[in-house]
């Protein structure tokens, strides 16, 4: 294989190694290089709908390698995160290969039945990469140093050996111990792999990097592994993969409260923090437009001070259900007259039933009343919607005034209906007085329906919207909503986080030597 593949790989989970990999890629493709990101094994609840490799369907890929994708300047496929598990809860996960869920399985049943079949997946997805691109830029999973785990490693160390990669290993200094956490990962790799490592890059840091130089020359004297870079704490606008940038179940977290508008001016949004949240990437729009705070709550949470309550996506929404009517939610939902959204699965929270209800593996009960402030019955079955949607848009409830064309995507089991006096709304959605519901993705990273929630939140609260608020709304800015008309149209004035996260590892990185490593002109 004459196709170089660089692995970055990290010394633990959320150490930056998704920023680097889509900065890299922007990079490369900057430089006239096709460029392909991979990621063998991803596990999030963050997922895009893409098209599969043969193009002929729609399939799933998590976030990161959507994004990375979209850095490359490539339309993303399949191939470009060929296995995702998408947790369940109860230490089980979905399993998705080639975009297309195989089943529900406990770790233990994934390695023993479905893990060669996943490894032959990957190999012959980054086979197909590497045959049409210049360079391929993969990311790892968590910590390649996890010695229990090295004979089954698909992100890590199988992708260092299959795809003959050279490795660049990143540590985020934030967490304390950086030179331990470096130290200790180089000693612990199979001396195969450890032998593939070109350097290491140092995230998240904040002050001067001459104060690091004692102790990255000792490390390099300590281990012949050259520190390429010192990266500043930056956050360059890319969605966060997994949930571990939310708050933990029964903690409470605000964000978008740093936008300049006084507290008096502005509307809070409530978001339930689902056990099994999915695709929480959505809410991102609703934080950064200003006036707008974004509330995560715990599931027994009052709404008092909430002034409007978006329901999120789920991984198993008859368990989300369960948790939420347990915790007290219901009651503080029914008892709300502000504004309510939900999105997918949390659509389907807010209807009459929900049937077929046992395929999530919840236990034996058929049916399992909704919150019933929509008329909708939703049934599940085992077949799986996925695909990226483009409608023109008719919003309804608190969702009115919102039209022309939006686009987003689709991920989810089972179909809903209306069976009473509700108002259709896009997305197989409806609308009933301050409630509504979709299964569309990314609504919010369009202008129409977020300027239709937010002005109906703003009405209900009693206050006047700022008037930059709708203007300075910034739902094209993030990466997540890349591709999107509004998007494109609006990255020249807001900054595009792709090249955001590129000049963070230009002008951090010894980018010269990663490609003189990797044989790149």
Same mark, same amino acid.
């Given at each position: 294989?004459?196709?170089? =593949?660089?692995? /970055? ?21 900057? +430089?006239? !290089?096709? /460029? &392909? ?34 850095? &490359? ?26 975009? +297309? ?17 996943? +490894? ?14 210049? /360079? ?16 089954? @490693? ?61 102790? *990255? ?12 870079? /010192?990266?500043?704490?930056?956050? $360059? ?7 571990? %940038? ?16 006084? #507290? ?21 729009? *609703? ?7 974004? %509330?995560?709550?715990?599931? @027994? ?10 329901? $999120? ?20 939902? &029914? ?60 919003? #309804? ?45 990314? *609504? ?22 700022? #008037?930059?608020? #709708?203007?300075?709304? =910034? ?13 494109? &149209? ?6 595009? $986080? ?15 030597? !990663?490609? @003189?490593? !990797?044989?790149?002109?």
């Amino acid at each position: 294989m004459t196709t170089p =593949t660089l692995l /970055v790989a990290g010394t633990a989970s959320h150490v930056g190694k998704s920023t680097v990999a889509a900065g890299l890629c922007r990079l490369f493709a900057d +430089r006239g !290089l096709s /460029v &392909a990101p991979f990621k063998a094994q991803n596990m999030s609840n963050n997922a895009r709908a893409v098209a599969t490799a043969d193009g002929d369907d729609f399939g799933e890929i998590g976030v990161s390698q959507y994004v990375q994708a979209r850095a &490359a300047r490539v339309a993303p496929t399949t191939d470009h995160n060929p296995v995702l598990l998408k947790p369940h809860g109860d230490g089980t996960s979905q399993l998705v290969v080639h975009g +297309r869920a195989v089943g529900l399985n406990a770790a233990g049943d994934y390695y023993a039945t479905h893990w060669e079949d996943a +490894r032959k997946a990957a190999v012959e997805s980054h086979r197909r990469l590497a045959t049409e691109a210049d /360079v391929v830029v993969a990311e790892g999973a968590g910590s390649i140093a996890e010695i229990n785990l090295h004979d089954r @490693d698909l992100a890590n160390i199988e992708t260092a050996r299959f795809a003959d990669a050279d490795i660049l290993i990143a540590a985020d200094i934030e967490r304390g111990g950086v030179f331990a956490s470096l130290l200790g990962t180089l000693e612990l790799l199979p001396e195969d792999v450890r032998e593939r490592v070109v350097g290491a890059v140092i995230t998240k840091f904040r002050g001067d990097p001459s104060l690091l130089e004692p102790g *990255l020359d000792e490390i390099e004297e300590r281990t012949g592994v050259p520190v390429l870079g /010192v990266l500043p704490y930056d956050d $360059p606008g890319l969605p966060e993969e997994d949930s571990l %940038a939310l708050p933990a179940e029964g903690e409470r977290a605000t964000v978008g409260d740093d936008d300049g508008v006084a #507290a008096e001016r502005a509307v809070t949004i409530g978001v339930p923090r689902l056990p099994r949240i999915s695709n929480a990437t959505d809410f991102g729009p *609703l934080a950064e437009t200003p006036g707008v705070r974004v %509330a995560y709550l715990p599931l @027994d949470a009052t709404l008092d001070g909430i002034d409007g309550v978006v329901l $999120p996506g789920s991984k198993n929404t008859v368990d989300d259900l369960l948790a939420l009517r347990d915790a007290g939610f219901g009651d503080e939902l &029914a008892a709300f007259d502000g504004p309510v959204v939900g999105i997918c699965g949390g659509y389907q929270l807010l209807g009459e039933t929900i049937e077929n209800a046992d395929i999530e593996g919840t236990g034996d009960d058929e049916t399992v009343d909704g919150f019933g402030l929509l008329p909708i019955v939703t049934r599940f079955s085992r077949d799986k919607r996925v695909e990226p949607v483009s409608v023109e848009f008719d919003g #309804a409830g608190p969702l009115a005034g919102a039209v022309g064309t939006i686009d987003g995507y689709e991920i989810h089991m089972g179909d809903s209906r209306i069976v009473g006096d509700a108002a259709p709304v896009s997305g197989d959605g409806a609308a009933l007085g301050r409630v509504a519901g979709t299964y569309i993705h990314d *609504l919010f990273a369009n202008d129409s329906p977020r300027n239709a929630f937010v002005d109906a939140v703003y009405e209900s609260a009693g206050r006047d919207r700022p #008037a930059t608020s #709708a203007a300075g709304a =910034t739902g094209g800015k993030r990466a997540e909503t890349a591709g999107t008309p509004e998007a494109d &149209a609006d990255a020249g004035a807001s900054g595009d $986080p792709y090249d955001h996260a590129a000049a963070l590892v230009a002008d951090n990185l010894d980018v010269a030597a !990663l490609c @003189d490593a !990797l044989g790149l002109e």
